[in-house]
Protein backbone atom coordinates (compact mmCIF):
# COMPACT_ATOMS: atom_id res chain seq x y z
CA UNK A 1 0.00 0.00 0.00
CA UNK A 2 1.73 3.03 -0.95
CA UNK A 3 0.98 6.53 0.55
CA UNK A 4 0.15 9.67 -1.78
CA UNK A 5 2.63 12.15 -2.42
CA UNK A 6 0.60 14.91 -0.65
CA UNK A 7 0.43 13.36 2.35
CA UNK A 8 4.20 12.31 2.39
CA UNK A 9 5.15 16.39 1.72
CA UNK A 10 2.64 17.71 4.09
CA UNK A 11 3.31 17.90 7.83
CA UNK A 12 2.17 14.50 9.54
CA UNK A 13 -0.63 15.05 12.38
CA UNK A 14 -2.06 12.04 13.58
CA UNK A 15 -5.60 11.43 14.97
CA UNK A 16 -6.61 7.83 15.54
CA UNK A 17 -4.63 4.71 16.12
CA UNK A 18 -5.33 1.27 17.45
CA UNK A 19 -3.61 -1.59 18.63
CA UNK A 20 0.19 -1.22 16.55
CA UNK A 21 -1.24 0.58 13.68
CA UNK A 22 -2.00 4.72 13.19
CA UNK A 23 -4.97 4.79 10.89
CA UNK A 24 -5.04 7.27 8.40
CA UNK A 25 -8.36 6.97 6.43
CA UNK A 26 -7.65 3.82 4.42
CA UNK A 27 -4.26 3.69 5.32
CA UNK A 28 -2.18 2.70 8.09
CA UNK A 29 1.23 3.07 9.66
CA UNK A 30 2.87 0.52 11.88
CA UNK A 31 4.11 2.57 14.57
CA UNK A 32 7.26 2.32 15.80
CA UNK A 33 6.99 5.50 18.42
CA UNK A 34 3.88 4.40 21.00
CA UNK A 35 4.14 8.40 21.53
CA UNK A 36 8.12 8.15 22.51
CA UNK A 37 7.32 5.25 24.80
CA UNK A 38 4.23 6.13 26.36
CA UNK A 39 1.51 3.70 25.07
CA UNK A 40 3.13 0.16 26.20
CA UNK A 41 -0.13 -1.67 25.55
CA UNK A 42 -0.75 -0.38 22.32
CA UNK A 43 -3.12 2.31 20.89
CA UNK A 44 -6.49 2.34 22.40
CA UNK A 45 -6.31 -0.94 24.38
CA UNK A 46 -9.43 -1.83 26.46
CA UNK A 47 -8.24 -1.53 29.63
CA UNK A 48 -7.15 2.85 28.98
CA UNK A 49 -10.87 2.58 27.24
CA UNK A 50 -12.50 0.70 30.24
CA UNK A 51 -11.10 3.47 32.50
CA UNK A 52 -12.33 6.09 30.91
CA UNK A 53 -15.45 4.33 30.78
CA UNK A 54 -15.47 3.95 34.60
CA UNK A 55 -14.31 7.48 35.47
CA UNK A 56 -17.54 8.81 33.55
CA UNK A 57 -20.17 6.08 34.66
CA UNK A 58 -18.91 6.72 38.47
CA UNK A 59 -18.86 10.96 37.95
CA UNK A 60 -15.28 10.16 39.44
CA UNK A 61 -13.98 14.29 39.33
CA UNK A 62 -10.74 16.11 39.65
CA UNK A 63 -9.29 17.27 43.15
CA UNK A 64 -5.98 19.27 44.19
CA UNK A 65 -5.44 17.46 46.89
CA UNK A 66 -5.15 13.57 48.09
CA UNK A 67 -7.66 11.11 46.59
CA UNK A 68 -8.19 7.41 46.25
CA UNK A 69 -7.08 6.43 43.05
CA UNK A 70 -3.54 8.64 44.17
CA UNK A 71 -3.33 5.81 46.85
CA UNK A 72 -3.54 2.58 44.52
CA UNK A 73 -1.44 3.74 42.09
CA UNK A 74 1.03 4.38 44.82
CA UNK A 75 0.29 1.06 46.11
CA UNK A 76 0.89 -0.19 42.36
CA UNK A 77 3.95 1.34 42.28
CA UNK A 78 5.30 0.12 45.43
CA UNK A 79 4.76 -3.75 43.82
CA UNK A 80 7.20 -2.79 41.16
CA UNK A 81 10.01 -0.52 43.10
CA UNK A 82 9.83 -2.14 46.76
CA UNK A 83 12.37 0.08 47.76
CA UNK A 84 10.14 3.35 47.49
CA UNK A 85 9.71 4.86 51.08
CA UNK A 86 8.10 7.91 49.30
CA UNK A 87 6.07 8.60 46.34
CA UNK A 88 6.04 12.09 45.06
CA UNK A 89 3.27 12.20 41.64
CA UNK A 90 4.15 15.19 39.29
CA UNK A 91 2.89 16.05 35.78
CA UNK A 92 5.81 15.66 33.25
CA UNK A 93 9.01 13.96 33.62
CA UNK A 94 10.61 17.30 33.76
CA UNK A 95 9.15 18.26 36.72
CA UNK A 96 10.21 15.13 38.58
CA UNK A 97 13.46 15.79 37.42
CA UNK A 98 13.56 19.11 38.45
CA UNK A 99 11.95 18.36 41.99
CA UNK A 100 14.74 15.41 42.73
CA UNK A 101 17.52 18.06 42.09
CA UNK A 102 15.80 20.25 44.70
CA UNK A 103 15.87 17.36 46.89
CA UNK A 104 19.46 16.43 46.44
CA UNK A 105 20.10 20.05 46.99
CA UNK A 106 18.33 20.21 50.07
CA UNK A 107 20.43 17.77 51.41
CA UNK A 108 23.44 19.03 50.53
CA UNK A 109 25.13 22.59 49.32
CA UNK A 110 27.38 20.96 47.55
CA UNK A 111 27.73 22.29 43.71
CA UNK A 112 27.95 20.34 40.92
CA UNK A 113 25.39 17.96 39.62
CA UNK A 114 27.04 15.07 37.21
CA UNK A 115 25.32 14.47 34.20
CA UNK A 116 25.99 11.38 32.06
CA UNK A 117 26.68 11.64 28.15
CA UNK A 118 23.66 10.71 26.45
CA UNK A 119 20.81 10.81 28.89
CA UNK A 120 18.01 12.98 28.40
CA UNK A 121 16.16 14.31 31.10
CA UNK A 122 13.72 16.64 29.10
CA UNK A 123 12.58 20.45 29.26
CA UNK A 124 14.36 21.67 32.53
CA UNK A 125 16.65 24.47 32.49
CA UNK A 126 19.36 22.70 34.91
CA UNK A 127 20.17 19.77 32.55
CA UNK A 128 19.86 21.31 28.85
CA UNK A 129 23.07 21.47 27.79
CA UNK A 130 25.25 18.83 26.03
CA UNK A 131 28.84 17.66 25.97
CA UNK A 132 31.33 18.60 23.48
CA UNK A 133 33.86 16.15 22.61
CA UNK A 134 36.20 17.11 25.72
CA UNK A 135 32.90 17.13 27.89
CA UNK A 136 32.64 20.38 28.48
CA UNK A 137 29.01 21.73 28.75
CA UNK A 138 27.54 23.66 25.74
CA UNK A 139 23.19 24.68 26.17
CA UNK A 140 21.14 23.07 23.97
CA UNK A 141 18.67 26.09 24.01
CA UNK A 142 18.45 29.82 24.01
CA UNK A 143 17.49 31.50 27.41
CA UNK A 144 19.55 29.29 29.74
CA UNK A 145 21.94 30.63 32.71
CA UNK A 146 25.01 30.49 33.23
CA UNK A 147 25.08 29.62 36.43
CA UNK A 148 23.36 26.39 35.05
CA UNK A 149 26.35 25.82 32.46
CA UNK A 150 28.46 26.24 35.88
CA UNK A 151 26.81 23.37 37.95
CA UNK A 152 27.00 20.96 35.38
CA UNK A 153 29.64 18.09 34.94
CA UNK A 154 29.58 15.35 32.27
CA UNK A 155 31.02 11.81 32.79
CA UNK A 156 31.07 9.69 29.54
CA UNK A 157 28.68 6.72 30.00
CA UNK A 158 30.06 3.66 30.16
CA UNK A 159 33.43 4.63 30.72
CA UNK A 160 34.37 3.63 34.31
CA UNK A 161 38.06 4.78 34.14
CA UNK A 162 37.83 8.46 32.88
CA UNK A 163 34.31 8.51 34.64
CA UNK A 164 36.17 8.05 37.80
CA UNK A 165 39.00 10.43 37.05
CA UNK A 166 36.33 13.17 36.52
CA UNK A 167 34.48 11.97 39.42
CA UNK A 168 38.04 11.86 41.61
CA UNK A 169 39.05 15.64 40.49
CA UNK A 170 35.35 16.92 41.48
CA UNK A 171 34.60 14.84 44.41
CA UNK A 172 34.76 17.74 47.17
CA UNK A 173 31.83 19.55 45.51
CA UNK A 174 29.75 16.74 43.80
CA UNK A 175 26.05 17.07 45.22
CA UNK A 176 24.39 14.26 42.91
CA UNK A 177 24.97 11.76 39.95
CA UNK A 178 21.92 11.95 37.30
CA UNK A 179 21.88 9.16 34.87
CA UNK A 180 19.35 7.16 32.42
CA UNK A 181 20.63 4.16 33.36
CA UNK A 182 19.84 2.38 30.04
CA UNK A 183 20.45 5.16 27.59
CA UNK A 184 17.49 5.34 25.05
CA UNK A 185 19.79 7.07 22.35
CA UNK A 186 22.36 4.22 22.85
CA UNK A 187 20.73 1.35 24.64
CA UNK A 188 23.46 -0.74 25.28
CA UNK A 189 23.07 -4.70 27.14
CA UNK A 190 26.53 -4.71 28.77
CA UNK A 191 25.99 -2.05 31.13
CA UNK A 192 25.71 -3.64 34.42
CA UNK A 193 29.17 -3.08 35.47
CA UNK A 194 29.38 0.83 34.77
CA UNK A 195 25.88 1.48 37.18
CA UNK A 196 27.19 -0.62 39.48
CA UNK A 197 30.63 1.10 39.32
CA UNK A 198 28.09 4.31 39.98
CA UNK A 199 26.32 2.94 42.98
CA UNK A 200 29.79 2.08 44.70
CA UNK A 201 31.47 5.43 43.87
CA UNK A 202 28.14 7.41 45.33
CA UNK A 203 28.00 4.78 48.59
CA UNK A 204 31.83 5.53 49.18
CA UNK A 205 31.80 9.65 48.62
CA UNK A 206 28.11 10.53 50.14
CA UNK A 207 26.92 11.55 46.93
CA UNK A 208 23.19 11.08 46.22
CA UNK A 209 22.50 8.52 43.29
CA UNK A 210 19.46 9.63 40.86
CA UNK A 211 18.41 7.12 37.91
CA UNK A 212 16.04 8.83 35.41
CA UNK A 213 13.97 5.76 34.90
CA UNK A 214 11.34 7.69 33.22
CA UNK A 215 11.69 5.55 29.77
CA UNK A 216 12.64 1.96 31.09
CA UNK A 217 10.42 1.52 34.36
CA UNK A 218 7.90 -1.18 33.44
CA UNK A 219 9.21 -2.04 29.33
CA UNK A 220 12.78 -4.00 31.27
CA UNK A 221 13.09 -6.86 32.43
CA UNK A 222 11.59 -7.22 35.94
CA UNK A 223 10.20 -4.06 35.56
CA UNK A 224 13.23 -1.77 35.97
CA UNK A 225 16.77 -1.39 35.49
CA UNK A 226 17.58 -1.05 39.13
CA UNK A 227 15.39 -4.19 39.90
CA UNK A 228 17.80 -6.21 36.91
CA UNK A 229 20.74 -5.18 37.87
CA UNK A 230 20.11 -5.20 41.67
CA UNK A 231 20.66 -1.64 42.27
CA UNK A 232 19.57 1.10 45.14
CA UNK A 233 19.74 4.16 43.89
CA UNK A 234 18.50 7.40 46.64
CA UNK A 235 16.06 9.00 44.16
CA UNK A 236 14.08 7.37 41.01
CA UNK A 237 12.08 9.02 38.65
CA UNK A 238 8.85 7.46 36.74
CA UNK A 239 7.05 8.32 34.00
CA UNK A 240 5.56 7.83 30.85
CA UNK A 241 3.88 4.38 30.55
CA UNK A 242 2.76 5.17 33.97
CA UNK A 243 -0.01 7.11 32.99
CA UNK A 244 -1.02 4.88 29.99
CA UNK A 245 -1.25 8.59 27.87
CA UNK A 246 -2.64 10.76 30.37
CA UNK A 247 0.55 13.04 31.65
CA UNK A 248 2.25 12.19 34.88
CA UNK A 249 5.74 11.22 36.54
CA UNK A 250 6.86 10.20 39.69
CA UNK A 251 9.68 10.12 42.28
CA UNK A 252 10.26 7.30 44.53
CA UNK A 253 12.67 7.82 47.42
CA UNK A 254 14.56 5.18 49.05
CA UNK A 255 14.57 4.96 52.85
CA UNK A 256 17.74 6.48 53.64
CA UNK A 257 16.97 9.86 51.84
CA UNK A 258 13.48 10.04 53.22
CA UNK A 259 15.04 9.37 56.36
CA UNK A 260 17.21 11.95 55.88
CA UNK A 261 14.75 14.87 55.13
CA UNK A 262 13.43 14.16 58.35
CA UNK A 263 16.46 14.01 60.35
CA UNK A 264 17.42 17.63 58.81
CA UNK A 265 14.26 18.50 59.36
CA UNK A 266 14.01 19.73 55.71
CA UNK A 267 10.81 21.65 54.10
CA UNK A 268 10.82 20.68 50.63
CA UNK A 269 8.33 22.15 48.20
CA UNK A 270 6.23 19.32 45.99
CA UNK A 271 3.20 20.96 45.05
CA UNK A 272 1.35 21.16 41.48
CA UNK A 273 -2.01 21.48 40.62
CA UNK A 274 -2.31 18.71 39.01
CA UNK A 275 0.40 16.41 40.20
CA UNK A 276 -2.10 13.73 41.49
CA UNK A 277 -4.48 14.76 38.58
CA UNK A 278 -7.52 11.82 39.38
CA UNK A 279 -7.92 11.17 35.70
CA UNK A 280 -3.98 9.99 35.14
CA UNK A 281 -4.17 8.08 38.54
CA UNK A 282 -6.62 5.90 37.68
CA UNK A 283 -5.50 5.06 34.17
CA UNK A 284 -1.87 4.75 35.34
CA UNK A 285 -3.14 2.48 37.54
CA UNK A 286 -5.31 0.38 35.69
CA UNK A 287 -2.45 0.38 32.42
CA UNK A 288 0.24 -0.55 35.44
CA UNK A 289 -1.64 -3.07 37.02
CA UNK A 290 -2.04 -4.93 33.66
CA UNK A 291 1.89 -5.16 33.14
CA UNK A 292 1.87 -6.74 37.11
CA UNK A 293 -0.56 -9.27 35.80
CA UNK A 294 0.43 -9.96 32.53
CA UNK A 295 4.60 -10.32 32.92
CA UNK A 296 4.28 -13.06 30.29
CA UNK A 297 3.47 -10.93 28.01
CA UNK A 298 6.19 -8.52 28.38
CA UNK A 299 8.52 -11.57 28.48
CA UNK A 300 7.28 -11.92 24.79
CA UNK A 301 8.00 -9.05 23.79
CA UNK A 302 11.93 -8.59 25.09
CA UNK A 303 11.80 -11.84 22.88
CA UNK A 304 10.19 -10.31 19.62
CA UNK A 305 12.51 -7.65 19.98
CA UNK A 306 15.29 -9.62 20.26
CA UNK A 307 14.15 -11.76 17.12
CA UNK A 308 13.89 -8.11 15.76
CA UNK A 309 17.26 -7.36 16.68
CA UNK A 310 18.97 -10.65 15.67
CA UNK A 311 17.52 -10.28 12.02
CA UNK A 312 17.92 -7.13 10.75
CA UNK A 313 21.69 -7.39 12.49
CA UNK A 314 21.96 -10.74 10.48
CA UNK A 315 21.13 -9.15 7.17
CA UNK A 316 23.02 -6.50 7.79
CA UNK A 317 26.21 -8.68 7.79
CA UNK A 318 25.35 -10.65 5.23
CA UNK A 319 24.92 -7.60 2.99
CA UNK A 320 27.81 -5.57 4.11
CA UNK A 321 25.70 -2.95 5.19
CA UNK A 322 26.61 0.27 7.33
CA UNK A 323 24.26 0.11 10.07
CA UNK A 324 23.83 -1.85 13.09
CA UNK A 325 20.76 -2.28 15.79
CA UNK A 326 21.40 -2.03 19.08
CA UNK A 327 18.88 -2.66 22.27
CA UNK A 328 18.25 -3.51 25.46
CA UNK A 329 15.14 -5.58 26.21
CA UNK A 330 12.59 -3.40 24.79
CA UNK A 331 14.36 0.01 23.59
CA UNK A 332 16.16 -0.38 20.03
CA UNK A 333 18.07 1.91 17.80
CA UNK A 334 19.67 1.90 14.46
CA UNK A 335 22.79 3.60 14.72
CA UNK A 336 23.86 4.02 11.11
CA UNK A 337 27.20 2.48 11.56
CA UNK A 338 28.45 -0.82 11.53
CA UNK A 339 31.38 0.31 14.03
CA UNK A 340 31.14 -0.58 17.54
CA UNK A 341 29.63 2.35 19.27
CA UNK A 342 30.35 2.62 23.02
CA UNK A 343 28.87 6.03 23.65
CA UNK A 344 26.57 8.66 22.31
CA UNK A 345 29.78 11.22 21.29
CA UNK A 346 30.83 8.54 19.03
CA UNK A 347 27.12 8.23 17.57
CA UNK A 348 26.83 12.08 17.18
CA UNK A 349 29.85 12.31 15.76
CA UNK A 350 28.75 10.07 12.59
CA UNK A 351 25.18 11.75 12.59
CA UNK A 352 26.34 14.43 9.89
CA UNK A 353 27.37 12.46 7.70
CA UNK A 354 24.20 9.37 7.33
CA UNK A 355 21.61 12.64 7.79
CA UNK A 356 20.17 12.88 4.31
CA UNK A 357 20.54 8.77 3.57
CA UNK A 358 18.60 8.56 6.70
CA UNK A 359 15.76 10.73 5.59
CA UNK A 360 15.55 8.79 2.45
CA UNK A 361 15.51 5.61 4.47
CA UNK A 362 12.99 7.02 6.73
CA UNK A 363 10.62 8.61 3.82
CA UNK A 364 11.15 4.56 2.32
CA UNK A 365 9.62 3.26 5.73
CA UNK A 366 6.87 5.75 5.31
CA UNK A 367 6.30 5.04 1.63
CA UNK A 368 6.06 1.16 2.77
CA UNK A 369 3.38 1.70 5.87
CA UNK A 370 6.25 2.23 8.86
CA UNK A 371 6.34 5.22 10.80
CA UNK A 372 10.03 5.20 12.26
CA UNK A 373 10.52 8.07 15.12
CA UNK A 374 11.47 11.35 15.00
CA UNK A 375 13.70 10.74 17.79
CA UNK A 376 15.24 7.22 16.49
CA UNK A 377 14.07 5.45 19.01
CA UNK A 378 11.94 2.27 18.77
CA UNK A 379 9.82 1.83 21.80
CA UNK A 380 7.27 -1.24 20.96
CA UNK A 381 4.08 -1.67 22.71
CA UNK A 382 2.52 -5.02 23.41
CA UNK A 383 0.66 -4.77 20.07
CA UNK A 384 3.88 -6.15 18.51
CA UNK A 385 3.49 -9.34 19.68
CA UNK A 386 2.76 -10.40 16.28
CA UNK A 387 5.41 -12.47 14.52
CA UNK A 388 3.63 -11.22 10.90
CA UNK A 389 3.61 -8.02 11.50
CA UNK A 390 7.43 -7.77 12.97
CA UNK A 391 8.44 -10.01 10.05
CA UNK A 392 7.19 -7.51 8.08
CA UNK A 393 8.73 -4.72 9.40
CA UNK A 394 12.08 -6.09 9.60
CA UNK A 395 11.57 -7.08 5.54
CA UNK A 396 11.09 -3.27 5.04
CA UNK A 397 13.40 -2.30 7.15
CA UNK A 398 16.09 -4.58 5.76
CA UNK A 399 15.59 -3.78 2.01
CA UNK A 400 15.74 0.08 3.15
CA UNK A 401 19.16 -0.14 4.65
CA UNK A 402 20.53 -2.05 1.85
CA UNK A 403 18.62 0.41 -0.57
CA UNK A 404 20.30 3.40 1.46
CA UNK A 405 23.21 2.01 3.61
CA UNK A 406 25.29 -0.53 1.60
CA UNK A 407 28.93 0.15 2.04
C1 LIG B 1 14.66 9.60 30.09
C2 LIG B 1 13.75 10.80 30.10
N1 LIG B 1 13.75 11.62 31.17
C3 LIG B 1 12.95 12.69 31.22
C4 LIG B 1 12.11 13.03 30.19
C5 LIG B 1 11.22 14.23 30.27
O1 LIG B 1 9.90 13.82 30.42
P1 LIG B 1 8.70 14.78 29.95
O2 LIG B 1 8.77 14.91 28.47
O3 LIG B 1 7.46 14.07 30.45
O4 LIG B 1 8.89 16.09 30.65
C6 LIG B 1 12.10 12.22 29.05
C7 LIG B 1 11.24 12.56 27.90
O5 LIG B 1 11.34 12.08 26.82
C8 LIG B 1 12.94 11.09 29.00
O6 LIG B 1 12.97 10.28 27.92
Known amino acids: MILNEIFLKSKINFEIAKGNKIILGKNFLFDLSYCSGVIFLGHNHYIFKESLKFFLNKNISFFSNSNIYAVKLAKTIKHFFSNFKKIIFCSTGSESITKALRISRAMSSKQFIVCVTGSWHGSLDQTLFSPKKNLS ?74 FDEIITAFRTQKGSVQ ?34 INKLKRRIFFGGTFSGNTLSML ?92 NGIILPSLANNNLKDINYIVNVICVGLKKYFKK
Open 283 to 374: VGNNVTNYIKNNKKLVDKLIKNCEIFENKVNSFIAKNNIDAKVYRFDTILRIVFSSNTIQNRIQKDFLKKKYSKKKNKFVNFLLKNNIYYPK
Open 137 to 210: PIPISSGLKDIDKENIIFIPYNDINKSKKILDKYNYNINCILVEPVTASLPIKEIGLYLKFLESYCKKNKIILI
Open 227 to 260: KKFNIKPDITLIGKILGGGLPIAAIGISKKISDK
